[in-house]
T-cell receptor, first 114, second 117 residues
């Protein structure tokens, strides 16, 4: 079956612009996670969805970051007024259900803010 | 607060050598889970193992083995008879699941393992 997919694979934008990053989880997976990975670092947790609701958004760095999952499947991470410090690889993962289960990761979206 | 420390930034060994990647964790929770993930040059994280805090048995899977010691808060990973294909960045991660707590993983900074032919 298909794994987690993320689009676009690369996104270059200018400082101050708005971007949307999309994640399509594995079919049937109810739990969805967003992480951010900066160069030379481990992934950093941003937000977790169980179904349609954001169960834990404690990792979002500030109110410029927002994520939705309106139908409990595809999720979109939205970043307003992008800053150069937002440049990173944004990873999406899904798992069958909530809890400490194996998370399946997508290939990531590399965001570059000029 | 949770923390995972991987003190080894980079390790380089010659093929067929054994290599151990260290992982030390911190958490106040009594129930927690530890993970290892592999990130090859292609970039996609691959799950290797999950271990809960109540199971201190060592685990072996082919050339891979894991040593979990609660007394030292460590969860080390050993590759026996390393191969070039093992070259990747390896991440140790922690999830302190208390039923209502965060489900996101806390990752270490990773160890870049280079296996030279």
């Amino acid at each position: 079956g298909a794994g987690v997919s993320q689009t676009p694979s690369n996104k270059v934008t200018e400082k101050g612009k708005y971007v949307e990053l999309r994640c399509d989880p594995i079919s049937g997976h109810t739990a969805l996670y967003w992480y951010r990975q900066s160069l030379g670092q481990g992934p950093e947790f941003l937000i977790y969805f169980q179904g349609t609701g954001a169960a834990d958004d404690s990792g979002l760095p500030n109110d410029r970051f927002f994520a939705v999952r309106p139908e409990g499947s595809v999720s979109t991470l939205k970043i307003q007024r992008t800053e150069r410090g937002d440049s990173a690889v944004y990873l999406c993962a899904s798992s069958l259900m909530r809890g400490p289960n194996e998370q399946f990761f997508g290939p990531g979206t590399r965001l570059t803010v000029l | 607060a949770q923390k995972v420390t991987q003190a080894q930034t980079e390790i380089s060994v010659v093929e067929k050598e054994d290599v151990t990647l260290d992982c030390v964790y911190e958490t106040r929770d009594t129930t927690y889970y530890l993970f290892w993930y592999k990130q090859p040059p292609s970039g996609e994280l691959v799950f290797l193992i999950r271990r809960n805090s109540f199971d201190e048995q060592n685990e072996i899977s082919g050339r891979y083995s894991w040593n979990f010691q609660k007394s030292t808060s460590s969860f080390n990973f050993t590759i026996t008879a390393s191969q070039v294909v093992d070259s990747a960045v390896y991440f140790c991660a922690l999830s302190a699941y208390s039923g209502g707590g965060a489900d996101g993983l806390t990752f270490g900074k990773g160890t870049h393992l280079i296996i030279q032919p």
